[in-house]
């Protein structure tokens, strides 16, 4: 039983040093984890409505919209959020041209065909899709926006197309005229093209602010901020550096004060932050700087769960049970203190991320979670560690073992 259970914490040692290994140096977990603004770098742009008396609804409909643009611009993880009754702050992660993102997303971009007399025929309501493509090859290459009408749309265009056809019909954009096309032909199958577009990206700019559709009120920018990788950069190797000393003074710490328990307890440790990057990384989370110290503080709590254990196990073998017995009623009478302080904790974390900026929501769920998933490792993975290593040669000399 002695060598099965060294042989165990041994295995479990050398998996979890493999893993660390391979998720720090081979194949870095910083590459699956996305990263927020003040890590990556990117722009933010803070838009205010420009129309008084607005609305909630109208707000939330504008954040909609312009997260649809955001994603479309190519920002999987854009931050964006209402503040306050009449303004939306935008967050880019990644994105370095700083004009082409304010113009992608803050455009009002309503569409307009109008006729030979100038009156509207349809509006970008009665747009249903649109598609940017490649036209022409060599010198004449450029690019297109096959649009497509819903019923209404296709209906009106039929009837404009069948009473103007060799006359003209003007597509405008935000009251700015893109394109002038002669009608050749009736057109009854509800599309049409918009051509002379010099580059595929402009394309799909203009298709991507045309499928998200116009905004619900008029908006302007009020702030606009770029953040340079560099700044990212040096943000991740201050946090990598701050929660690797954090890290190793939390072991050394833990080994000095309760000997070959606390290097399980390092073990449980490890395993935690193991488990904790994975969750974060399989819920696609957006990690920032204040996510990053949400994580160090849930480290120490883990910490705590154990120096609450370790501390009654101390007092059960004091009081003359064995360590089987004691490792029963100390995880015993140490659960209800650490299940306490952990719900508190977690409940003050729910109250940040209801009420709190974005930065603070970051902070909080990493906190909660973290939180959590220490309860469990705590409860669970550190009394099987103390189980297995119940037998072994270390805790023939109790003063080795616990200290």
Do not use: C, W
């Not at 984890?33 to 504008?62: F, R």
């Not at 265009?157 to 394109?179: P, Q, R």
């Amino acid at each position: 039983m002695q060598g099965r259970g060294l042989v165990g914490l041994a295995l479990i040692l050398v998996i979890l040093a493999g893993v660390a290994y391979y998720f720090t140096r081979v194949n870095p977990a910083l590459n699956y984890v996305h990263q927020g603004l003040d890590l990556k770098g990117g722009v933010q742009v803070v838009l205010q409505a420009d129309k008084k008396n607005v609305t909630l609804a109208d707000m939330q409909k504008a954040e909609n919209i312009i997260a649809f643009r955001a994603n479309g611009f190519g920002v999987s993880e854009p931050i964006i959020q209402i503040q306050g009754t009449n303004q939306i702050s935008v967050q880019l992660p990644g994105i370095k041209d700083q004009q082409a993102a304010i113009k992608a997303i803050g455009q009002t971009a309503q569409l307009i065909f109008k006729g030979p007399d100038g009156k509207t025929i349809l509006t970008g309501a009665d747009l249903k899709s649109a598609q940017a493509a490649l036209s022409g090859t060599g010198s004449a290459s450029g690019a297109v926006i096959n649009l497509a009408f819903d019923a209404k749309g296709a209906s009106l265009f039929a009837a404009a197309t069948k009473v103007d056809v060799g006359k003209t019909i003007s597509i405008y954009l935000d009251k700015t005229n893109i394109e002038t096309a002669t009608v050749q032909q009736y057109i009854p199958n509800g599309q049409a093209q918009i051509t002379g577009i010099p580059t595929l990206a402009e394309a799909q700019r203009l298709a991507t602010l045309l499928n998200s559709g116009a905004l619900p009120i008029p908006m302007k920018i009020i702030q606009a901020n770029s953040v340079s990788a560099q700044l990212g950069a040096a943000s991740i190797r201050a946090s990598e550096t701050a929660g690797l000393i954090a890290m190793i003074l939390i072991g050394l710490f833990m080994i000095a004060f309760y000997r070959f328990a606390g290097l399980i307890a390092d073990l449980a440790l490890a395993f935690y932050l193991m488990l904790f990057i994975f969750i974060l990384i399989q819920m696609k989370f957006v990690m920032t700087l204040p996510s990053v110290a949400g994580i160090i503080l849930s480290a120490g709590i883990a910490v705590d769960a154990n120096v609450i254990i370790f501390a009654r196990l101390r007092e059960e073998i004091r009081a003359g049970r064995g360590l089987g017995a004691a490792i029963d009623h100390g995880f015993r009478n140490a659960f209800r203190a650490i299940l306490d302080s952990n719900v508190s904790t977690i409940i003050a974390s729910i109250v940040l991320y209801e009420f709190g900026s974005q930065d603070v929501r970051g902070f909080a769920v990493t906190l909660g979670l973290g939180v959590a998933i220490s309860f469990l490792t705590a409860v669970l993975f550190t009394r099987y560690l103390l189980r297995l290593a119940e037998n072994s040669v270390f805790v023939q000399n109790l003063k080795v073992f616990l200290g």
